[in-house]
């Protein structure tokens, strides 16, 4: 089964709209993360938000969490070229320690047209 | 800001070469990782290392991959006999012993011709 799905593969908008960004998950977790990464570059953290968490801000990044769904949504408010990136969910279905691990999802593909 | 530094950035080389790709983690951390992206596709867990011994492994982590940290610094991933399909970019990343959050390095570029 695939842990952390993320739909839609790509998408496109203009510069000041938002974006909103789905994942799903198979397993029970701790917790799922968000990152981003730009083309050809490394993984930046976004947000972490706790299996008992419901929703949770960072500046312009908001992200839920439905346990019941499993699933999450990233929303990027106001939208800025310097946004187009790939986004993906990461799952810690560990109980911690040195036992944890991240399971990520294949991303989406956001560009942001000026 | 604290960053893991990864080295090379890119790596060529020839079927059946070993490379030895190298990570600087963050210096308080406790718990260090290897991922690998190949292109297009998702970022997937190789392993994770704990007080010098591996933590766990997935099945891609075969025979052919080692981890060291052969100093209080450095942490290594040797692949002894590279194939076409080792050909990925790498990601090495640390974290503290309490929290969640990992810290993942630039990358190496790994290519194998």
């Known amino acids: 089964s695939q842990q952390g799905e993320e739909d839609p593969q790509a998408l496109s908008i203009q510069e000041g709209e938002n974006a909103t960004m789905n994942c799903s998950y198979k397993?029970?977790?701790?917790?799922l993360q968000w990152y981003r990464q730009n083309s050809g570059r490394g993984l930046v953290h976004l947000i972490l938000?706790?299996?008992?968490?419901r929703e949770k801000h960072s500046g312009r990044l908001r992200v839920t969490l439905d346990t019941s769904k499993k699933s999450s949504s990233l929303l990027i408010t106001a939208s800025r070229a310097a946004d187009t990136a790939s986004y993906f969910c990461?799952?810690?279905?560990?109980?911690?320690?040195?036992?944890?691990?991240?399971?990520f999802g294949k991303g989406t593909l956001l560009t942001v047209n000026p | 800001e604290p960053e893991v530094t990864q080295t090379p950035s890119h790596q060529v080389t020839q079927m059946g070469q070993e490379v030895i790709l190298r990570c600087v983690p963050i210096?308080?951390?406790?718990?260090f990782y290897w991922y690998r992206q190949i292109l297009g596709q998702k970022v997937e867990f190789l392993v994770s290392?704990?007080?010098?011994?591996?933590?766990?492994k997935s099945e891609i982590f075969d025979d052919q991959f080692s981890v060291e940290r052969p100093d209080g610094s450095n942490f290594t991933l040797k692949i002894r006999s590279t194939k076409l399909e080792d050909s990925a970019m790498y990601f090495c990343?640390?974290?503290?012993?309490?929290?969640?959050?990992?810290?993942f390095g630039q990358g190496t570029r790994l290519t194998v011709v």
């Open positions: 990343a640390s974290k503290l012993q309490t929290g969640f959050e990992a810290f």
């Open positions: 397993t029970s977790i701790n917790n």
């Open positions: 938000i706790r299996s008992n968490e």
């Open positions: 990461a799952t810690d279905a560990n109980p911690g320690g040195s036992n944890y691990k991240l399971t």
């Open positions: 210096s308080n951390h406790l718990y």
């Open positions: 290392f704990y007080n010098n011994e591996i933590s766990e």
